[in-house]
Structures are given as C-alpha cells and as structure tokens.
C-alpha cells in the first residue's frame, strides 16, 4: 500500500478522533448527557466495524479497506463491512490482494458518484469457501448505468487476477450490482 495514502489516513483519523471529542465536549457544556451517550454508541459502532477490517490476517488486504473506506468517505458514501474471513490462507501476492479490493471499492465509489444516487451506500462481505476468498461489493445501481463501464474499469484486474487463479465478475439481479472478487486459498493438505 502507498505510503502517502496510508500517512493521509492516518491524518484524517487523528482528525476525526479530535472532532468526535469536540462534539462530546460540546454536547456536555449544552448538558446533553443523554445525547452524548447515543453519540458514543454511534461512533463506537462505526470503530467496530472497522476494527474487523483491522484485525485481516493480511496486512495489504486491511490496509486497501481502509483506504477505499476513506476514498468513500470523501465522497459522502457510507461502506457497511460483513467480515467472516480474517485472510489468514490467501494465495496471493499480498500487493495483487490489496490492488484488488482498492480498485473494486473505488469502482464502487465511483459508480454511486457517477450515477448521482441519493442512496450512497456498500455493502462490502468477505466471507471463505473451500477453494476461495470472496469479497461481494453490492451496490444499488442497476445494470444499464454501468456494464460497459465496469468492464472498462475492472478488465486489467481480472486478468492479473486469472493469470493466479483468481477472478472478478461483476452480477446484475432486481436493479442492483454486485462486484465478486474471488481470491484463492492455500489447501491445505494432510500429512499422513
């Protein structure tokens, strides 16, 4: 992962952590207890969930989500993140793993912007199989906004992807679009 984008993260979460004590502080001099409470339920909701981003088993996957969740921020969408992997057995070159997230959250984010939704939100899911890693990126645009565009955006890294036995395929159902980034395992194999 670059260095700047990590040191720019970095920068917007001190200011963040800043900003979310100023509004307590505030919220206290107004005597506001009650609003202080749901206001620390909140952030401390949103830490949470990208506490299961942190804690990825492969550093340049953690590192490409919270900078695609920071890009997103920038442009006022809102990820929803489902982990149920932590990455540990990815067979992947750690840098292909992080180039692939970033640039499937970042066409994501670009999409929502492109098409001017009021409903900017992903839904971001990592989940494991057998022979594969997945991370399905659903986003509410429907297929004519978007299929040449995603083939355009997505082509150099489904290649780079294939040529290790991995793939990204993008899926169209009930007006919404689904990003799938299959990542491939390690087997394991029994010693006997």
Not at 57 to 82: D, I, P, R, T, Y
Not at 97 to 107: H, I, N, P, Q, Y
Request: hydrophobic content about 45%.
């Amino acid at each position: 992962m670059q260095t700047e984008k990590m040191l720019e993260l970095l920068s917007v979460l001190r200011h963040d952590f800043l900003n979310h004590l100023q509004v307590i502080s505030g919220l206290l001099q107004l005597n506001k207890p009650e609003r202080v409470m749901d206001y620390i339920r909140e952030v401390s909701s949103h830490i949470a969930s990208l506490s299961k981003i942190v804690h990825l088993k492969n550093s340049e996957a953690a590192a490409a989500m919270l900078v695609g969740c920071h890009e997103a921020a920038k442009e006022q969408v809102e990820l929803h993140f489902h982990v149920k992997t932590d990455l540990a057995q990815i067979d992947l070159p750690d840098d292909l793993v992080g180039e692939a997230l970033l640039t499937a959250v970042s066409a994501a984010v670009a999409c929502l912007v492109k098409d001017r939704l009021y409903d900017r939100h992903l839904e971001i899911n990592l989940l494991e199989h057998s022979r594969w890693y997945v991370c399905r990126v659903g986003i509410p645009v429907d297929e004519a906004a978007c299929l040449s565009w995603w083939q355009d955006r997505l082509g150099v890294l489904d290649q780079k992807l294939r040529a290790r036995g991995g793939r990204v395929k993008v899926v169209f159902a009930s007006g919404a679009t689904e990003l799938v980034i299959n990542l491939p395992r390690r087997l394991s194999h029994a010693v006997g």
